[in-house]
């Protein structure tokens, strides 16, 4: 069974840092992209940043570019997403997810295994 485990969400002022992790059983990263994705109430889930797991390539979107920087362990099995210079719109339900495909991943949100999220405040 493959488990997506988030941790490192929390309440932080807007200017704050926050890392997310995301630890993976059953799985192995190396064959797979793994994204980070969020959902504020009342909007669409949207991809934040991936990474490969074979190349490491990353990418953003733009309204993160330049604040967050994702990363991976590959001994620990995890992904990281240290959040730098966060603002008040951060504030979502984070999920981490992986999948084989990126176009699946930021054209349609879409991925095969999904964790249970982690919530991020950012107050003002």
């Known amino acids: 069974e493959v488990q997506l485990v988030e941790s490192g969400g929390g309440l932080v002022q807007a200017g704050g840092s926050l890392r997310l992790s995301c630890t993976g059983s059953?799985?192995?990263?190396?064959?797979?992209?793994i994204a980070w994705f969020r959902q504020a109430p009342g909007k669409e889930r949207e991809a934040v940043s991936s990474i490969s797991g074979w190349d490491g390539s990353t990418h953003y979107a733009a309204s993160v570019k330049g604040r967050f920087t994702i990363s991976k362990d590959d001994n620990k099995n995890t992904i990281y997403l240290q959040m730098n210079s966060l603002k008040p719109e951060d504030t979502a339900l984070y999920y981490c997810?992986?999948?084989?495909?990126?176009?699946?991943?930021?054209?349609?949100?879409?991925?095969?295994?999904w964790g249970q999220g982690t919530q991020v405040t950012v107050s003002t």
């Open positions: 997810a992986a999948d084989s495909n990126s176009l699946r991943i930021w054209a349609l949100s879409l991925a095969d295994y």
């Open positions: 059953g799985i192995t990263f190396d064959n797979e992209i």
